[in-house]
């Protein structure tokens, strides 16, 4: 089958590699219709993970059954279902209690698995012709059969549950206010989760103008990170008062304001700011334990200069990790089928399989709007 494999820093191919096949009774064959390209895949792309060349990429992947294993209970042949980005077992210590994330089964010596993804076991990635899903009753969520909300069911997978999850690791609720960092996809998501969840102002900061526009355009007030501190201009505009709950959707390739360098501690430092006594901080966006290749000296050493004793003094609380899809999908599925959440508004390309390396260079430099793009095999 066709493939997006990756060849070295910057560099992704499409290629042929072996088909998968079932190997335990509880797998099934996906052939997939839907496997979208995510700000993590770029952490590899990059060069910056010990991600090796050969390691085929996808982690959102969604499809119809076309294999299943002899022990799979709930699942047909034909059926349109969507993967966590997770791979999971269900039955562990920490599945039991819905950190899927976490995983203890799925890859050894680690907690968590996924596809696609460096350390995170051994799962092929989905931006392929076809996929093995393990363990296939619990991570294969069902959808209605037929075409409808194709785009939308595609980012269950991950983004749309992650800002979800940032949302839940803040406790975002009604009337709150909330500043969220960050526009790409996931922080777009988490401010479109925080309207859904009933939040009175989102605030969401970026300097790119496109994701700000998109922000507007769903209601929540766009920062301009370019035009000044973001701390400050929230302030200004929330009555000089800070905000309830914050949530950072950039991660350790965090830009500094007024400035063109990486600082992965900036977001940190500008949310434990600009939140108020007792509030909750969630943080989606990646952090690493060492980023060898960064630019920041503790950061390279897997430390970050946060304001700790501000943290402390305001009591603020916080809640960080991978996002326990498995966790939210059902239930956005079921928000998505009742016509009450429309997450596909931060689609920018449907592009076929072939061009994924095109499609990997511009969104790597977040040009010609390539905001969420989703490959078709
Ligand atoms: N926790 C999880 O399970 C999970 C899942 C998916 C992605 N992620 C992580 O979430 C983060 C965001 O993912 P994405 O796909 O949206 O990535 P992205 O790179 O498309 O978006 C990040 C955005 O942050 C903006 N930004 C940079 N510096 C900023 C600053 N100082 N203040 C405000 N905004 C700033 C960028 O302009 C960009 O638009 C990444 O770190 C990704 O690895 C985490
Ligand atoms: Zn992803
Ligand atoms: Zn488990």
Known sequence: MR????????????????????????????????????????????????????????????GIVEEVGPGVATLRKGDRVVMPFNVACGFCKNCERGFTG????????????????????????????????????FNALKLPKGTEHEEDFALLADIFPTGYHGTELAQVSPGESVAVFGAGPVGAMAAYSALIRGAAQVYVVDRVPERLQKMKEIGAIPIDFSKGDPVQQIRNMHG???????????????????????????????IVQIVNPTGILGIPGLYVPTDPGGVDPHAK???????????????LRLGTGQCNVKRY?????????????????????????????????????????????????
């Open 3 to 62: 493939a997006v494999v990756y060849k070295g820093p910057f560099k992704v191919a499409v290629e042929q590699v072996p088909d998968p096949k079932i190997q335990h009774p509880n797998d099934v064959i996906v052939h997939i219709t839907s496997s979208c390209i995510c700000g993590s895949d770029l952490h590899m792309y990059e060069g910056r993970t010990a991600a090796q060349p050969g390691i085929v990429f996808g982690h959102e992947n969604m």
């Open 102 to 137: 976490f995983c203890l089964t799925v890859n050894p010596g680690f907690a968590g698995g996924a596809y696609g993804y460096v350390a995170m076991g051994p799962y092929t990635g989905g931006q392929a012709e076809y996929l093995r899903v393990p363990f296939a009753d």
């Open 301 to 315: 050493q897997g430390r970050l200069l946060i304001p700790f004793g501000k943290l402390f003094e305001k009591g």
């Open 329 to 377: 999908n059902r239930y956005l599925r079921d928000l998505i089928i009742a016509g009450r959440a429309k997450p596909s508004f931060i689609v920018s390309h449907n592009t076929p399989l072939n061009d994924a390396p095109t499609a990997y260079e511009k969104f790597d430099k977040r040009i010609e709007g390539y905001t969420k793009v989703i490959l078709k095999p």
């Open 240 to 270: 000089g008062d800070g905000v309830d709950k914050g949530i950072d959707a950039v991660g350790y390739q965090a830009v500094e304001p007024g400035k063109e360098t990486e600082a992965p501690a900036t977001v940190l430092d500008a």
